[in-house]
């Protein structure tokens, strides 16, 4: 059998592109997010409540996402996490396009954000042993 590199696999590039991205937006909506609560709010005590809204859903859901992403189709779900997180970082420019937006605004997009994303891992894991054969 060959030895072939699977970055010569157009599904495992793909992948890992994408993956990059997501976690590239991610990255930025956190850090938008913190700036964003800091300035409006000034509250560091803020700032650690907006962090655990967006981590208690992702630590009590991602066992449901898991469990469903049994019975679903990881690329689907994938695909359905990045646009619905794609949604709530439009609704934050959207909200954010004339200053600094109320921090309720911050909190729901936080709470969407990491309920999302307790499906979103989960799926990669799961999509991952599509994508080369053993």
Do not use: C
């Amino acid at each position: 059998m060959r030895n072939r590199s699977v970055w010569r696999d157009k599904r495992f590039v793909a992948f890992w592109v994408g993956i990059f991205v997501s976690g590239m937006g991610d990255a930025m909506f956190v850090l938008a997010v913190s700036w964003m609560v800091v300035r409006s709010s000034g509250s560091a005590e803020t700032l650690g409540f907006l962090m655990a809204a967006m981590s208690l859903p992702q630590i009590l859901f991602s066992l449901l996402g898991g469990v469903l992403i049994d019975h679903l189709d990881p690329k689907r779900v994938m695909m359905a996490s990045d646009a619905i997180r794609l949604a709530a970082m439009l609704f934050l420019a959207a909200v954010s396009s004339h200053g600094i937006p109320p921090v309720w605004s911050l909190f729901l997009v936080a709470v969407i954000f990491g309920t999302v994303d307790s499906g979103f891992w989960p799926a990669t894991l799961k999509f991952k042993q599509y994508l080369v054969e053993p």
